[in-house]
């Protein structure tokens, strides 16, 4: 590690000094990337044990597969393409074959690589400019291509490292950079005006790989998809707890409660009469350091099951988010009664299928949902506005049955999938069996072609709500709803007659 870091370092940037005993040295774009996303995997790109990452499941292939080719079809779609030839992972030999290309002027060149140790960046493209640099009269500008419909921090992040690297290339910084997303639309990237949240990342980033106590695990819905959840979960952290604030978990610890484990004791009344933080405060940090420690939801909250009072339907949309798909939507009353799906084989005629659930819902009692549906229908609505009336005739009739279990229960990870909630209630819930992302994929349902599997997914889709509605009217904190329940069955009713 060297001790101080040189101002105008690497391509102008001061390098994040690296501890000695690190796996690697080099900062690339990807890292850049990840650490807007999650600081402690940094951490663990530059210290972990690679083989403790878990493999990518079927559907997370499937989806960076998917990813390869889009990025494949945007580079097809332009003319005069370049790519430098080298050995694999024989980065001095990229960068003088890239370098050999821009000077060459070529239109484009795909998968350049910028080195400048420590610093690495392998953007997808370089677009040639007009204006004077060190190679000619023109110059370059980085892009990437990306599968998102919208542009993320990180992904502009990205892009301005490599503009750096590329500016002691061609002795010239360009003025802007770009990002191609999901639906061929180009988002302008402004390289100066972003120029110092890369040096305050660069930063922030020396100071977590130098911290004396390492970086440490948080947990957000992010961990669900990543490669180090396994590592991460293998102790329970007073940073899993969801929430806190920083001054909270310092006052934590000042008081001797380091880890989560130890918080399973704490008495919030007592604690709380001290002042330091309040009652409510020590009473949540405590439901969650027992819900991490049991491996289970714990009650914390009387559930609003007012809000599932009358003639309760089930529905659910399944959706493929990467290509914006939504190939099936089903209904149900409870006990899987008149189910109905609606199959959209193809984009066109999702609206027909969406209009049929709208329709299907009736016009009274609570519709369930796993927590998608106003996003879609309203999504729907504004792309077609002839869908406005049915949506509307919807609205206030919607129950988010997750927001419900969220409030009711502290759950030892961050849980959006219903399924995934269900099957941490365990033996007795419904949810008995592992939760099995790629069993539940649309995805690659969708991918086969397999219409049986996603009817199939929906009624099991629907069967988990009805499961988790059956856990909420179990809660222990029940009884003291019984007022509240029997207010809504009475409003229930009164909307009832004022239907009829
Ligand atoms: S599992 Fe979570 S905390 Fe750990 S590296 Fe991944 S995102 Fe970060």
Redesign the pocket.
């Known amino acids: 590690m060297s001790g101080i870091r040189e101002e105008g370092g690497p391509a102008g940037l001061r390098a994040p000094r690296v501890p000695e005993g690190a796996r690697r040295h080099r900062i690339t774009g990807s890292l850049i990337y990840g650490f807007l996303?999650?600081?402690?995997?940094v951490?663990?790109a530059f210290f972990g044990d690679p083989d403790r990452r878990l493999p990518l499941s079927e559907e997370e292939k499937w989806l960076r597969e998917r990813g390869r080719r889009h990025e494949a079809r945007v580079v097809a779609s332009l003319k005069g393409v370049a790519e430098p030839e080298y050995p694999a992972r024989d980065f001095e030999a990229g960068a003088i074959a890239t370098r050999k290309l821009l000077a060459e002027g070529r239109p484009f060149v795909s998968q350049g690589v910028l080195l400048r140790e420590p610093f690495l960046g392998i953007p997808d493209l370089l677009r040639r400019v007009e204006g004077e640099s060190r190679l000619g009269s023109f110059h370059y500008e980085v892009g990437d291509i990306k599968s998102s419909y919208a542009a993320r921090s990180g992904q502009a992040m990205q892009v301005v490292f490599y503009s750096r690297l590329l500016a002691e290339i061609q002795g010239r910084t360009p003025e802007r950079g770009f990002l191609i997303l999901r639906e061929g639309e180009e988002e302008s990237v402004p390289i100066r005006e972003l120029d110092s949240v890369l040096e305050e990342i660069l930063e922030e980033m020396d100071r977590w790989l130098l911290a004396p106590s390492g970086s440490r695990?948080?947990?957000?819905y992010?961990?669900a998809g990543?490669?180090?959840?396994a590592?991460?979960?293998s102790r329970a952290d007073l940073y899993w707890i969801p929430g806190l604030t920083r001054a909270e978990r310092e006052v934590f610890a000042e008081l001797g409660y380091e880890e989560a484990e130890a918080l399973c004791w704490a008495d919030p009344r007592r604690l709380g009469r001290r002042g330091r933080l309040p009652e409510s405060t020590w009473a949540r940090a405590r439901h969650h350091a027992l819900a991490l420690r049991e491996g289970r939801p714990v009650p914390t909250h009387p559930p609003r099951v007012e809000d599932l009072v009358g003639e309760l339907r089930f529905a659910v949309v399944l959706e493929d988010a990467f290509d914006r798909r939504f190939p099936f939507f089903a209904i149900a009353r409870p006990g899987g009664e008149s189910f109905e799906g609606f199959e959209a084989p193809d984009p066109g005629s999702e609206v027909a299928a969406l209009e049929a659930l709208c329709r299907a819902s009736g016009d009274r009692g609570p519709l369930v949902h796993g927590g998608e549906l106003p996003r879609v229908l309203y999504s729907f609505a504004v792309r077609h506005p002839s869908l406005a009336p049915l949506v509307r005739r919807l609205e206030g009739r919607w129950v988010d049955l997750m927001s419900l279990v969220r409030g009711a229960y502290a759950f030892p990870e961050p849980v959006r999938h219903p399924g995934r909630a269900l099957a941490l209630f365990g033996p007795g819930s419904g949810g008995e069996g592992a939760w099995d992302p790629d069993g539940d994929s649309v995805a690659l349902r969708l991918k086969e072609g397999d219409s049986k599997g996603l009817r199939a997914l929906a009624r099991r889709r629907l069967e988990t709500l009805e499961a988790l509605v059956s856990v909420l009217r179990a809660h222990p904190g029940r009884r003291k709803t019984a007022a509240a329940e029997k207010a809504g069955r009475a409003a229930a009713e009164r909307r009832l007659e004022a239907g009829a």
């Open positions: 996303h999650c600081e402690h995997s951490h663990l695990p948080h947990r957000d992010a961990c990543c490669e180090w959840r590592v991460c979960g």
